[in-house]
Protein backbone atom coordinates (compact mmCIF):
# COMPACT_ATOMS: atom_id res chain seq x y z
CA UNK A 1 0.00 0.00 0.00
CA UNK A 2 1.13 3.76 -0.60
CA UNK A 3 3.99 4.96 2.50
CA UNK A 4 5.39 7.88 2.95
CA UNK A 5 7.56 8.52 5.62
CA UNK A 6 9.14 11.94 6.29
CA UNK A 7 12.13 12.56 7.84
CA UNK A 8 14.80 14.83 8.69
CA UNK A 9 12.83 17.51 11.28
CA UNK A 10 14.64 18.87 14.71
CA UNK A 11 15.52 22.42 16.18
CA UNK A 12 17.00 24.71 14.01
CA UNK A 13 17.70 28.65 15.12
CA UNK A 14 16.35 31.22 13.24
CA UNK A 15 17.92 31.95 10.05
CA UNK A 16 19.17 28.29 9.84
CA UNK A 17 18.37 25.96 6.65
CA UNK A 18 16.96 22.47 7.37
CA UNK A 19 16.23 19.36 4.65
CA UNK A 20 13.07 17.63 5.20
CA UNK A 21 13.06 14.05 3.09
CA UNK A 22 9.55 11.93 2.87
CA UNK A 23 10.60 7.96 1.26
CA UNK A 24 7.60 7.01 -0.80
CA UNK A 25 7.05 3.42 -1.37
CA UNK A 26 4.17 1.12 -2.42
CA UNK A 27 3.52 3.20 -5.81
CA UNK A 28 5.83 4.33 -8.60
CA UNK A 29 6.81 7.90 -7.05
CA UNK A 30 7.49 9.28 -11.02
CA UNK A 31 4.37 9.06 -11.89
CA UNK A 32 2.99 11.09 -9.04
CA UNK A 33 3.14 14.96 -8.43
CA UNK A 34 3.90 15.34 -4.69
CA UNK A 35 3.18 17.94 -2.20
CA UNK A 36 4.18 19.45 1.60
CA UNK A 37 1.98 20.72 3.45
CA UNK A 38 2.68 21.81 7.30
CA UNK A 39 0.17 22.58 10.13
CA UNK A 40 1.70 25.18 12.92
CA UNK A 41 1.17 23.63 16.72
CA UNK A 42 -2.81 23.87 17.48
CA UNK A 43 -3.30 25.58 13.84
CA UNK A 44 -5.03 24.62 10.32
CA UNK A 45 -3.41 22.87 7.43
CA UNK A 46 -1.31 24.97 5.28
CA UNK A 47 -0.48 24.38 1.45
CA UNK A 48 3.28 24.92 0.85
CA UNK A 49 4.48 23.66 -2.29
CA UNK A 50 4.11 21.18 -5.11
CA UNK A 51 6.15 19.37 -7.98
CA UNK A 52 5.03 17.64 -10.66
CA UNK A 53 6.02 13.74 -11.52
CA UNK A 54 9.64 14.99 -13.56
CA UNK A 55 10.12 17.88 -11.35
CA UNK A 56 9.34 19.71 -14.30
CA UNK A 57 6.90 22.42 -12.27
CA UNK A 58 6.94 23.62 -8.47
CA UNK A 59 4.82 25.95 -7.57
CA UNK A 60 4.96 27.90 -3.77
CA UNK A 61 2.81 28.78 -0.70
CA UNK A 62 3.34 32.92 -0.56
CA UNK A 63 4.78 32.36 2.81
CA UNK A 64 7.58 30.61 1.90
CA UNK A 65 8.40 31.73 -1.47
CA UNK A 66 11.82 32.64 -2.32
CA UNK A 67 13.16 30.66 1.17
CA UNK A 68 11.98 26.54 0.41
CA UNK A 69 12.68 24.66 -2.35
CA UNK A 70 10.72 21.42 -3.31
CA UNK A 71 12.85 18.91 -5.18
CA UNK A 72 12.43 15.29 -5.67
CA UNK A 73 14.79 11.94 -6.61
CA UNK A 74 12.76 9.57 -8.16
CA UNK A 75 15.16 6.65 -8.79
CA UNK A 76 15.84 6.86 -4.83
CA UNK A 77 11.86 7.41 -4.40
CA UNK A 78 12.78 10.45 -2.31
CA UNK A 79 10.58 13.50 -2.08
CA UNK A 80 12.90 16.47 -0.93
CA UNK A 81 11.77 20.02 1.03
CA UNK A 82 15.08 22.67 1.45
CA UNK A 83 14.28 24.91 3.94
CA UNK A 84 16.72 28.32 4.36
CA UNK A 85 16.28 31.60 6.42
CA UNK A 86 14.32 29.83 8.62
CA UNK A 87 11.71 31.91 11.38
CA UNK A 88 9.96 31.10 14.38
CA UNK A 89 6.81 31.55 12.32
CA UNK A 90 7.94 28.19 10.45
CA UNK A 91 7.51 25.74 13.48
CA UNK A 92 5.32 23.27 13.09
CA UNK A 93 4.09 19.56 11.38
CA UNK A 94 5.39 19.26 7.78
CA UNK A 95 3.69 16.10 6.00
CA UNK A 96 4.45 15.21 2.42
CA UNK A 97 1.22 14.48 0.24
CA UNK A 98 0.63 12.76 -2.91
CA UNK A 99 -1.12 14.26 -5.74
CA UNK A 100 -4.21 13.02 -7.12
CA UNK A 101 -5.07 15.45 -9.98
CA UNK A 102 -6.56 18.82 -8.46
CA UNK A 103 -6.41 16.81 -4.86
CA UNK A 104 -4.53 14.86 -2.12
CA UNK A 105 -5.23 11.01 -1.84
CA UNK A 106 -2.28 10.26 0.72
CA UNK A 107 -0.47 11.42 3.59
CA UNK A 108 2.61 10.69 5.70
CA UNK A 109 2.71 10.77 9.68
CA UNK A 110 4.25 14.31 9.45
CA UNK A 111 7.80 15.19 11.05
CA UNK A 112 8.11 18.27 13.49
CA UNK A 113 10.24 21.11 12.90
CA UNK A 114 10.83 23.57 15.97
CA UNK A 115 12.12 26.96 15.01
CA UNK A 116 13.74 28.69 18.05
CA UNK A 117 16.74 30.28 19.44
CA UNK B 1 -5.14 33.71 -3.50
CA UNK B 2 -8.40 31.84 -3.48
CA UNK B 3 -9.69 32.12 0.79
CA UNK B 4 -11.78 29.76 1.66
CA UNK B 5 -13.90 30.31 4.78
CA UNK B 6 -15.74 27.32 6.61
CA UNK B 7 -18.40 27.84 9.22
CA UNK B 8 -18.81 26.78 11.88
CA UNK B 9 -15.59 26.82 13.57
CA UNK B 10 -16.56 24.31 15.71
CA UNK B 11 -19.52 21.79 16.54
CA UNK B 12 -20.95 19.94 19.66
CA UNK B 13 -23.22 17.40 18.11
CA UNK B 14 -25.15 14.50 19.73
CA UNK B 15 -24.47 11.18 18.79
CA UNK B 16 -26.82 10.19 16.22
CA UNK B 17 -27.75 13.56 15.20
CA UNK B 18 -26.68 14.76 11.70
CA UNK B 19 -23.51 17.38 11.46
CA UNK B 20 -23.58 20.31 8.34
CA UNK B 21 -20.07 22.26 7.74
CA UNK B 22 -20.12 24.76 5.49
CA UNK B 23 -17.41 26.21 3.09
CA UNK B 24 -17.38 29.70 0.58
CA UNK B 25 -14.74 30.27 -1.26
CA UNK B 26 -13.72 34.05 -2.52
CA UNK B 27 -14.11 32.94 -6.20
CA UNK B 28 -14.89 30.14 -7.78
CA UNK B 29 -11.98 27.57 -9.17
CA UNK B 30 -14.11 25.58 -12.41
CA UNK B 31 -10.34 23.85 -14.05
CA UNK B 32 -10.18 23.92 -17.12
CA UNK B 33 -10.99 19.89 -17.13
CA UNK B 34 -14.87 21.22 -16.28
CA UNK B 35 -14.79 20.32 -12.88
CA UNK B 36 -14.70 21.93 -9.09
CA UNK B 37 -11.63 20.37 -7.58
CA UNK B 38 -13.02 21.25 -3.78
CA UNK B 39 -12.06 17.81 -1.41
CA UNK B 40 -12.82 17.41 2.07
CA UNK B 41 -10.59 16.17 4.63
CA UNK B 42 -10.81 14.50 8.12
CA UNK B 43 -7.84 15.05 10.71
CA UNK B 44 -8.78 12.62 13.93
CA UNK B 45 -6.83 13.65 17.46
CA UNK B 46 -3.33 12.93 16.92
CA UNK B 47 -3.40 11.52 13.36
CA UNK B 48 -2.41 12.92 9.38
CA UNK B 49 -5.35 14.25 7.64
CA UNK B 50 -7.80 12.02 5.49
CA UNK B 51 -9.49 12.52 2.38
CA UNK B 52 -13.49 12.21 2.47
CA UNK B 53 -14.51 13.75 -0.75
CA UNK B 54 -13.25 14.98 -3.92
CA UNK B 55 -14.33 17.06 -6.66
CA UNK B 56 -17.17 18.65 -4.29
CA UNK B 57 -19.30 15.41 -4.06
CA UNK B 58 -16.96 12.03 -4.53
CA UNK B 59 -16.48 9.64 -1.51
CA UNK B 60 -13.58 7.89 -1.26
CA UNK B 61 -13.65 4.39 -0.82
CA UNK B 62 -13.83 3.15 2.40
CA UNK B 63 -15.82 6.44 3.71
CA UNK B 64 -18.97 5.54 5.34
CA UNK B 65 -21.91 6.60 3.72
CA UNK B 66 -23.16 9.35 6.28
CA UNK B 67 -21.09 11.41 4.74
CA UNK B 68 -21.71 13.55 1.77
CA UNK B 69 -20.75 16.91 -0.18
CA UNK B 70 -22.17 19.27 -2.21
CA UNK B 71 -22.85 22.47 -3.62
CA UNK B 72 -21.24 24.52 -6.56
CA UNK B 73 -19.59 27.74 -7.34
CA UNK B 74 -18.43 29.59 -4.05
CA UNK B 75 -20.43 27.61 -1.68
CA UNK B 76 -19.90 23.72 -0.69
CA UNK B 77 -20.80 21.54 2.45
CA UNK B 78 -19.88 18.37 4.12
CA UNK B 79 -22.72 16.31 5.85
CA UNK B 80 -22.64 13.42 8.75
CA UNK B 81 -26.26 12.41 8.36
CA UNK B 82 -25.74 10.62 11.79
CA UNK B 83 -22.95 11.38 13.96
CA UNK B 84 -20.60 8.99 15.51
CA UNK B 85 -17.52 8.95 18.16
CA UNK B 86 -15.42 8.07 15.49
CA UNK B 87 -16.14 11.30 13.60
CA UNK B 88 -14.63 13.47 16.25
CA UNK B 89 -12.39 15.77 14.88
CA UNK B 90 -11.07 18.10 12.79
CA UNK B 91 -12.84 18.67 9.16
CA UNK B 92 -11.03 20.59 6.49
CA UNK B 93 -11.91 22.06 2.65
CA UNK B 94 -9.16 22.37 0.25
CA UNK B 95 -9.66 23.92 -3.31
CA UNK B 96 -7.60 23.34 -6.30
CA UNK B 97 -5.92 24.14 -9.29
CA UNK B 98 -5.20 27.67 -8.58
CA UNK B 99 -2.46 28.93 -7.14
CA UNK B 100 -1.54 28.01 -4.42
CA UNK B 101 -3.63 25.64 -2.96
CA UNK B 102 -5.80 26.70 -0.02
CA UNK B 103 -7.52 24.88 2.67
CA UNK B 104 -10.42 26.40 5.21
CA UNK B 105 -9.64 27.27 8.59
CA UNK B 106 -11.17 23.94 10.02
CA UNK B 107 -13.90 22.85 11.68
CA UNK B 108 -13.94 21.05 15.07
CA UNK B 109 -16.31 18.07 15.63
CA UNK B 110 -17.05 17.23 18.94
CA UNK B 111 -19.40 14.95 20.74
CA UNK B 112 -21.89 17.11 22.84
Known amino acids: QVQLVESGGGVVQPGGSLRLSCAAS????????MHWVRQAPGKGLEWLAH????????YYGDSVTGRFTISRDNSKNTLYLQMDRLRVEDTGIYFCARDAYCSIDSWGQGTLVTVSS | DVVMTQSPLSLSVTLGQPASISCRSSQTFVHSDGDTHLSWFQQRPGQSPRRLIYKVSRRDSGVPDRFSGSGSGTDFTLKISRVEAEDVGVYYCMQAPHWPWTFGQGTKVEIK
Open chain 1, 51 to 58: VRGDGSAK
Open chain 1, 26 to 33: GFKLSQFA
